[in-house]
């Protein structure tokens, strides 16, 4: 009888094993079948990008003579619209003069469906803004009901979340990779406006752009940069808060470029070595470095080493603290700020100012009636001494200056804001009814070259009307 009771504690127990192996098996398919779906779902969101740009060739022949080759990058973007807008890195798509873009379909996860969709050919893209100092670059392929993603909310965002990286790493389109948020906000350097998510999901060069998101399949953050010395992923990689990216890429669709508020102050960041050379009562913080002379600030009140304290009654410890502030106020709009002078604790009403940029000014020069180019989906404006003060020096003092792209024409040739047109077709233009004439004697279908100067370099943008 003993052994026969020993035996069926032994057959219970093996029962049970069994039972707990099994309830594991199924908590792990239920996990792989969780990030099967949000795979599924955020793929056809992700897009790779290649772009192409000529530049100086290396040569080992002993030769002086400089040789321009056709050189090509790859790096990844996001589709945040289903309009055909798409967010990725300035330095993916920076110089470029062909943007290319490589859509995912959606599909059956077998194999001849995922090869096929790989040898699927690549659309044109062109470029809407940049923010170079951001890292960020907002493109549009000339597609409609793309599958796009949402920012998520950054104030959820925890240590230790789950996220997965998508993009091209070294090329190889629509790859994912899973891993975890290791902080929240990394600041470069103590003065940089600027925080990124770590996380040590692997990221390889040919991510840059491509989205880092949650379980929810939501934008938490742009991948852009990795620490590494070895070239490869070492579980040390960086991405773009979505807070920014919504910022920037709403504002860029909105004017072609960055618009931001300010108020004529620079700040710093407070070390001890600092608070103790200008005898600050605080070694922490952020301190008014500049005042600028007859800016709002300074019409205001405030003064050089005030410690700022809050803008509008949120805390500010930290520089890129401030950045918000200057996204999320328009021109004209009060705000309190509250700062530490001495031992005194004052506050300030100041009025905000627009900040502008060269692409402002020449918009608001254009005739919006004459200056319209429907034909290219650009506001133009002729270039004279005036207009090449603003823009600076040029390889050629005529032409037609891009200052604006017409959001509702649909069309999108690669043209930028800030791009002078100075040929059609071989044939000069030298005023914006010059430019309207020759584009009106082609018919639809005909093949365009428009001779332009970009950022200093004569190029060629080509299409068919």
Not at 243 to 257: I, N
Request: charged share 20%; hydrophobic share 45%; proline share 4%.
């Amino acid at each position: 009888m003993r052994g026969v009771a020993i035996a069926a504690v032994l057959l219970m127990g093996c029962a049970a094993h069994s039972q707990d192996l099994a309830n594991a098996a199924e908590q792990l398919n239920g996990l792989s079948r969780a990030v099967e779906a949000l795979t599924e779902r955020v793929s056809p969101s992700v897009v790779r990008i290649t772009a192409t740009r000529f530049g100086a060739e290396n040569s080992d022949s002993g030769h002086t003579d400089v040789v321009l080759g056709k050189q090509q990058s790859i790096g990844s973007g996001v589709v945040i619209a289903p309009d055909g807008y798409i967010l990725t890195n300035a330095h993916v798509v920076e110089g470029a003069q062909q943007i290319r873009v490589d859509l995912v379909s959606a599909g059956e996860q077998n194999v001849s469906e995922v090869l096929a969709r790989a040898r699927s050919l690549p659309v044109d893209a062109g470029i809407v803004g940049v923010f170079k100092e951001g890292d960020l670059a907002l493109i549009k392929v000339a597609k409609t009901g793309l599958p796009a993603l949402k920012f998520a909310d950054y104030d959820k965002l925890r240590q230790g979340q789950v996220v997965f990286a998508f993009g091209s790493p070294q090329g190889l389109q629509n790859s994912v990779s899973m891993g975890v948020v290791s902080s929240i906000a990394r600041q470069p350097n103590i003065d940089s406006p600027f925080l990124y998510i770590q996380t040590d999901t692997p990221i390889n060069p040919g991510n840059s752009g491509g989205p880092l998101v949650n379980a929810a399949g939501e934008i938490v953050g742009l991948n852009t940069f990795i620490l590494t010395s070895s070239g490869g992923s070492e579980g040390v990689g960086f991405a773009i808060p979505s807070p920014l990216l919504e910022w920037v890429s709403a504002s860029m669709r909105k004017y072609g470029h960055v618009h931001r508020s300010s108020v004529g102050i620079g700040v710093q960041t407070i070390t001890p070595v600092l608070a103790r050379a200008l005898s600050l009562r605080r070694d922490a913080g952020v301190v008014i470095s500049d005042v600028v002379p007859g800016g709002p600030a300074e019409k205001a009140g405030m003064k050089l080493n005030d410690i700022l304290l809050a803008v509008d009654g949120r805390r500010i410890d930290s520089v890129p603290a401030m950045m918000g502030f200057f996204f999320q106020h328009g021109g004209g709009e009060h705000v309190r700020f509250d700062v530490l002078r001495g031992d005194e604790k004052l506050n300030f009403d100041v009025v905000t100012l627009e900040q502008t940029d060269d692409a402002d000014r020449l918009a608001d020069m254009a005739d919006p009636v004459k200056g319209l180019v429907a034909q290219l989906g650009v506001l133009g404006i002729t270039v004279d001494q005036q207009i090449e003060e603003i823009m600076g020096p040029m390889r050629l003092p005529t032409g037609i200056a891009v200052v604006a792209r017409v959001e509702s024409s649909g069309m999108n040739w690669g043209l930028q804001v800030g791009d002078v047109i100075h040929a059609v077709n071989g044939n000069f233009v030298y005023k914006v009814e010059d430019l309207k004439a020759a584009l009106a004697k082609l018919a639809a279908g005909n093949p365009v070259a428009l001779l332009v100067e970009r950022r200093g370099t004569l190029q060629y943008l080509s299409f068919e009307l």
